[in-house]
């Protein structure tokens, strides 16, 4: 019984074979072929895409932002595969070039790019570049490009859209509103971490330094500053004691603080729309703020001694 069901066995395996199609086998191979060749490809994408990052990430322990030329833009810029997003600033910054504003822009470029260097949050998904039109002519030309500085985001996927380029004649290049502008396209956020600015500080001690040996000199001959009926003639010889009178000097007087005021108000605003470097800004601001401070307390304290009884002060009683 099985001597017999084994021959069965073989003549319906050979009635199988006959079966198939005389071209199948040259289509199963090619098939086989296809499908190595893919893994194959996908594999060298794989190595690529490694090789390039490794590349990025080790340009990034030496520089923040890494110089391109043509060749490295389109290399690790324009040439898939990517999957990291790239902040490329095109500017000038060759002196023959005389861009003021590239250098300044190109600052806050810095901060914000070793802001994201040194933060805990960073990785291999975003990367900071730079290419200098001396450098790489031949990309401005690709993109159509004849203006700098002007700031691109290439996103891992697909092309720039026109939101990828920053409005920098509205926004302006603060690092502030450079990472505000990467965090809503890319979703990567960075804090921004100035380096300390002691400028003001020294302005200061400066100052009081001054003051202080201009004192010591005087020392022997201080007098004056105790002298209350000096003082009192000062600040009331042309100030009438009185709401129902003014001097004429007291006029001159009021005009000049309203105008110290309004010194101040139009330094403050300065500080705050100007594009100009961040540190004068500060020291902008810090001006304005006590040309207004000083000179409102001054004229509130002339207001509340013409009108005795009135209630508020500030500084300056």
């Not at 490809?41 to 990034?60: D, H």
């Not at 000062?234 to 009185?242: E, M, Q």
């Given at each position: 019984?099985?001597?017999?069901?084994?021959?069965?066995r073989?003549?319906?395996?050979?009635?199988?074979?006959?079966y198939?199609p005389?071209?199948?086998f040259?289509?199963?191979?090619?098939?086989?072929?296809?499908?190595?060749?893919?893994?194959?490809?996908?594999?060298?994408?794989?190595?690529?895409?490694?090789?390039?990052?490794?590349q990025?990430?080790e340009?990034?322990?030496?520089?923040?932002?890494?110089?391109?030329?043509?060749?490295k833009?389109r290399?690790?810029?324009?040439?898939?595969?990517?999957?990291?997003?790239?902040?490329?600033m095109?500017?000038?910054?060759?002196?023959?070039?005389?861009?003021?504003?590239?250098r300044?822009?190109?600052?806050?470029?810095?901060?914000?790019?070793?802001?994201w260097?040194y933060?805990?949050?960073?990785?291999?998904?975003?990367?900071f570049?730079?290419?200098?039109?001396d450098?790489?002519?031949?990309v401005f030309?690709?993109?159509n490009?004849?203006s700098?500085?002007?700031?691109?985001?290439?996103?891992s996927?697909?092309?720039?859209?026109?939101?990828d380029?920053f409005d920098l004649?509205?926004?302006?290049?603060a690092?502030?509103?450079?990472?505000?502008w990467?965090?809503?396209?890319?979703?990567?956020?960075?804090?921004v971490f100035?380096?300390?600015n002691?400028?003001?500080?020294?302005?200061?001690?400066?100052l009081?330094?001054l003051?202080?040996?201009?004192l010591y000199?005087r020392?022997?001959?201080?007098?004056?500053?105790?002298?209350k009926?000096?003082w009192a003639m000062?600040?009331l010889?042309?100030?009438?004691?009185?709401?129902?009178?003014q001097?004429?000097a007291?006029s001159?007087i009021?005009?000049?603080?309203n105008?110290?005021i309004?010194?101040g108000?139009?330094?403050?605003?300065?500080?705050?729309?100007s594009k100009?470097?961040?540190?004068?800004r500060?020291?902008?601001c810090?001006?304005?703020?006590?040309l207004v401070?000083?000179?409102?307390s001054?004229?509130?304290?002339?207001?509340?001694?013409?009108?005795h009884?009135?209630?508020?002060?500030?500084?300056?009683?």
């Amino acid at each position: 019984m099985g001597a017999r069901a084994a021959p069965s066995r073989r003549r319906q395996a050979g009635r199988r074979l006959r079966y198939l199609p005389t071209g199948s086998f040259p289509f199963l191979l090619l098939l086989l072929l296809l499908c190595i060749q893919l893994g194959g490809g996908q594999k060298k994408k794989e190595n690529l895409l490694a090789e390039k990052v490794e590349q990025l990430m080790e340009w990034s322990s030496r520089r923040s932002i890494f110089r391109m030329n043509g060749d490295k833009f389109r290399k690790f810029v324009k040439a898939p595969p990517r999957n990291y997003s790239m902040i490329v600033m095109f500017t000038a910054l060759q002196p023959q070039r005389q861009c003021s504003v590239c250098r300044q822009a190109n600052e806050e470029y810095q901060i914000l790019a070793n802001s994201w260097r040194y933060s805990s949050a960073f990785c291999n998904k975003l990367f900071f570049g730079m290419v200098d039109y001396d450098e790489g002519t031949d990309v401005f030309q690709q993109l159509n490009m004849n203006s700098a500085p002007t700031f691109m985001h290439f996103p891992s996927k697909g092309r720039p859209k026109r939101a990828d380029t920053f409005d920098l004649q509205r926004i302006g290049f603060a690092a502030e509103q450079l990472a505000k502008w990467i965090a809503d396209r890319t979703d990567v956020h960075i804090r921004v971490f100035r380096p300390p600015n002691y400028s003001g500080t020294i302005a200061l001690a400066l100052l009081v330094s001054l003051v202080g040996g201009l004192l010591y000199l005087r020392r022997n001959n201080l007098e004056f500053i105790y002298n209350k009926t000096g003082w009192a003639m000062v600040s009331l010889s042309y100030i009438h004691g009185s709401s129902q009178a003014q001097f004429v000097a007291e006029s001159h007087i009021i005009l000049v603080l309203n105008a110290a005021i309004t010194m101040g108000m139009v330094l403050l605003n300065e500080a705050a729309t100007s594009k100009g470097d961040v540190g004068k800004r500060r020291i902008i601001c810090l001006v304005g703020l006590g040309l207004v401070v000083f000179f409102f307390s001054f004229l509130l304290s002339i207001f509340r001694s013409k009108y005795h009884g009135y209630p508020y002060s500030f500084l300056i009683k």
